[in-house]
């Protein structure tokens, strides 16, 4: 009987062992670790990141940066390594977690390329940016910057009578005024995710970065 009790014991200590494997420690996605496989075929939830820098009245340069990627390894949700085959109209190159690339706008001001995976199976991204890139307008003695409205959206800069930025979200507004005397800065700053990009409709894009406009 004590022999039982004991082998009952142990089995419950072990199975909360590896149930507490695949609770995540680190946040909303659920991911405990880091897989022990590289992936080579697609999985549910990719993120992906956009940086853009955009000087006054020139052409911005745009960074691809491939993030963190959740799928399921063995017991627990986990981080992972991938390789796949990117494809844009002028590239073509292997990429791997935490790569980042320069990428060129089209002539629509998108950026479009492809993920295939080692089946073959392509999915395939289209993000507009020509809206980000062209969000303000010098009206007189100020300018009229556009809030984005695909995906929660927020833009900060320096302003007069606040020792922090200003902060505006597009909750708040459609739009914002801001000046364009030296108490402002020249430039803002932006975020804007986008949920359900690609193909697939699976995966999240964290669009960023900085516009000078005077």
Same mark, same amino acid.
């Given at each position: 009987?004590?022999?039982? $009790?004991? $082998? ?5 200590? $072990?199975?909360?062992?590896?149930? @507490? ?10 991911? @405990?670790?880091?897989?022990?496989? +590289? ?8 993120? #992906?990141?956009? @940086? ?6 020139? *052409?911005?340069? +745009?960074? #691809?940066?491939?993030? &963190? ?19 844009? !109209? ?8 935490? !790569? !980042? ?14 993920? #295939? ?19 303000? !307008?010098?009206?007189?003695? @100020? ?11 927020? *833009? ?29 800065? &020249? ?6 995710? $986008? ?20």
């Amino acid at each position: 009987m004590f022999r039982n $009790l004991f $082998l009952i014991g142990f089995s419950f200590i $072990l199975c909360f062992f590896f149930f @507490s494997c695949g609770i995540s420690t680190g946040g909303g996605d659920g991911a @405990s670790g880091t897989c022990r496989n +590289i992936l080579k075929v697609h999985p549910k939830n990719l993120k #992906l990141s956009i @940086s853009l820098d955009c000087p006054y009245d020139s *052409i911005c340069d +745009i960074k #691809l940066f491939f993030d &963190n990627m959740v799928y399921s390894d063995s017991l627990n949700s986990c981080y992972g390594d991938y390789n796949y085959l990117f494809v844009a !109209e002028k590239q073509r190159l292997k990429i791997h977690r935490f !790569e !980042e690339i320069s990428i060129a706008l089209d002539s629509e001001e998108h950026i479009r390329f492809s993920l #295939l995976d080692e089946t073959n199976t392509e999915k395939y991204y289209d993000v507009d940016l020509s809206k980000i890139i062209h969000s303000f !307008e010098v009206v007189g003695d @100020s300018v009229k910057i556009d809030m984005l409205s695909a995906g929660f959206s927020e *833009i900060r800069m320096d302003c007069p009578s606040s020792w922090e930025r200003c902060r505006f979200q597009d909750s708040d507004y459609e739009y914002v005024m801001v000046g364009i005397d030296s108490t402002w800065s &020249n430039s803002f700053v932006f975020d804007q995710y $986008l949920s359900d990009q690609s193909s697939m409709k699976s995966d999240s894009i964290h669009v960023y970065g900085k516009i000078i406009f005077r």
